[in-house]
């Protein structure tokens, strides 16, 4: 089977508008990890193709897309945000093939990047500098600016979501874009650009180079024509980007994965939080930069939420994507092997549940059934570092302030929430915890557009989501003018 999305070549790169084969020629299978088969080949671009998309993008920044108005913006925006749900069908059933998750998450993907493109479209216009009081006989004011071309280096777990937080927000300032989808999955990311282009996004405001990072992905981030880099994806590559970055001082978003716990208190809901401890350490197999994959229970409920959890883990079933069960398969067995590599390191932990591998699942898929270990050693690699995988670990603590020694104990810093009727610990909590969200009675949120997203430590800086991410997308500039 070859997959063409919306009709496309997927071996092709879209440059100023055009879709065509990568200068290099070469390209890359593109596995799908539901049973290990070929979808079709995708450009392996390098680092011409990416000087003619920042080229293009620059044409396009100079050109009829940096004079476009803030209102002519939008409406593209919101043209597109239509395009996607025509298409909703089409494009959930690419991320479900592409990723491996499961067929309804992939539609929740495909209505969230909808929407980001109606917020961001509708947002556009609301994006304005101020008056500032100043000297007698001065006028001062600031002005919001686009940054010019920006780079988004995106990763293949949420392609959908992540583009329509970062292009999207940095489209609405009127940036020009290009975007290096990840190797292990870009099908989403060309159908979205085919879409943007029929939906009248004027020529090269936004380009797409698949291909693989140390190749396409390193010329983009060292490239001195782009004007701001945002880059989701894993620690390491993040400080390779940052770094890469510096040679032109290149700002730089970065969203790099957490450690996200949850903190259960002695008078919390059980039976309301439930659903929420299990769903965000399996969803689209824990495969998910705001995770939560570690539960932090006091000690006086830790038995009662270990068994709670327990039955609901021995229930979880893995298998084919389009089958649409709690979990699909990781993303490549690349990502299996690294899970699996940490389950194994859970070995002197108590494993607490399994989930199951569904029988139909293919040989050839990378599956992973769900995993619950209770740990009592925070320092355990399983209590520290990020897994991206369906395992999760859950931690007893003795009061608040311990709670909060273990929560804010690892490296990271991105998601925490609490469950907890105390309002008043509520608040402490919400003070306390390192985290760029904290959530009190629910997990998420239902991952809302709106909400600025981004984290502290080794999980990044910068925010996206939000009316905020169009500050990081835009610049400030000052202007004063004397008049006497
Ligand atoms: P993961 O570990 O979750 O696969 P990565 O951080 O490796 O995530 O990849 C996220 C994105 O970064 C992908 O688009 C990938 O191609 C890109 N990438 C990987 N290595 C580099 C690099 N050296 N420079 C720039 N981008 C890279």
Redesign the pocket.
Known sequence: MTIRPLGLDPSHCLIDAEWRAPLSGTSLPLINPSDGSTLCDIASGAADDIDAAVDAARGAYNGIWGRSTALERGRVLARIGQLVLDHKDELARLEALDVGKPYKQAMADVVALARYMEFYGGAADKLHGETIPYLDGYTVYTLREPHGVTGH?????YPMQIIGRSVGAALAVGNACVL?????ACLTALAFAELARRAGLPDGALNVVPG???Q???A??AHGGVDHLS????V???K??QS?AAAHITPVTLELGGKSPQLVFEDADLAAALPFLVNAGIQNAGQTCSASSRILVHESRFEEVTSAMAARFEALVAGLALDDLDLGPLVSQR?KDIVEGFIAQGADLELAATGQIAQNAPSGGAYVAPHLFTCHDPQHSLAQDEI?GPVQVIIPFRDEDHAVEIANGTKYGLVASCWTRDGARQMRMARKLRAGQVFLNNYGAGGGVELPFGGAGMSGHGREKGFEALYGFSTLKTVAAYHG
Do not use: C, D, H, M
């Not at 290096?180 to 292990?184: G, I, L, R, S, T």
């Not at 880059?231 to 894993?234: H, I, L, Y």
């Open positions: 280096i995106i990763p293949w777990n290096k989808p990840a190797e292990e693989r990072g140390a396409a992905g390193a983009l981030s880059f989701t994806g894993s390491g590559v993040g390779l980007i890469s990502q991206f």
